[in-house]
Nanobody, 113 residues
């Protein structure tokens, strides 16, 4: 069974870069045909798809976030990473990594000075 676990800072200052890592166990991020993605949910709002990286390394990013978002991976660690630049309080959310029906537990990120 695939398991995903998010890690990263819980608090980020405005204008800084948020970096989150998703560690995958139970399968390889390079072997199957999942899209390894990031989704967030701001307080009181709907889920917001941010982007994903395919098993071949191709990346896909929500156009609304494209200028600030990058997704990469470390295949040696079976991890993939989200970077979101120039964060504002509107980026405060629970961030999830996901592959198909498998979700991480989510990590709260608060943007505040």
């Amino acid at each position: 069974q695939v398991q995903l676990q998010e890690s990263g800072p819980g608090l980020v200052k405005p204008s800084q870069t948020l970096s989150l890592t998703c560690t995958v166990s139970g399968d390889s991020i390079t072997r199957n045909y999942y899209y390894w993605g990031w989704i967030r949910q701001p307080p009181g709002k709907a889920l917001d798809w941010m982007g994903a990286i395919a098993q071949n390394g191709d990346t896909y990013v929500n156009p609304s976030l494209k200028s600030r978002t990058s997704i990469s991976r470390d295949t040696s660690k079976n991890q993939f990473t989200l970077q979101l630049t120039s964060v504002t309080p509107e980026d405060t959310a629970v961030y999830y990594c996901r592959a198909s029906a498998y979700w991480g537990q989510g990590t709260q990120v608060t943007v505040s000075s």
